[in-house]
């Protein structure tokens, strides 16, 4: 018996493309959960008092700027990781051009990276928004494609 056709999204590069990138990038945000946690460590600044009392005392139950900057970090991470998660997966099942999907991608991938790397290394200004931007140019473009397809099938 002949075996059962495999959907071309599937078959093709453009899926296995986004889970990719997207895996990729989520494991980003762990790393970033990893170092807000050595962050803590490191400048004693814990988010609750049990963990303040376990290194040092309840006097260790406050804030930090680096930690901040590192919760900061991880919520654009939640503002724009999480929607191309859905963006991307819809975008590869509109049977978009491999090339042009690998670039919306990449760029998204590559921004994000380096975000996190500029908002963590507190790069000069304006890195993190350049890079910002280059990652969130592709999710526009995505979620543009997405309501002109599903318009058109209305
Ligand atoms: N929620 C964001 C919305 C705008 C945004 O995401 N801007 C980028 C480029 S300037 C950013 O890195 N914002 C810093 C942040 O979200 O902590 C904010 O408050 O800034």
Redesign the pocket.
Known sequence: MPAAPVPAVVSGQVLPAFLLCSTLLVVKMYVVAVITGQVRLRKKAFANPEDALRHGGPQYCRSDPDVDRCL??H??DM??IYPFLFLGLVYSFLEPNPFVAWVHFLLVFLGRMV?TVA?LGKLRA?T??LA??VAQLPCASMALQIIWEAVRHL
Do not use: I
Request: net charge positive; charged share 30%; no cysteine.
């Open positions: 900061r970090a919520r654009n503002e724009t975000h908002y304006p993190r928004s910002y931007t």
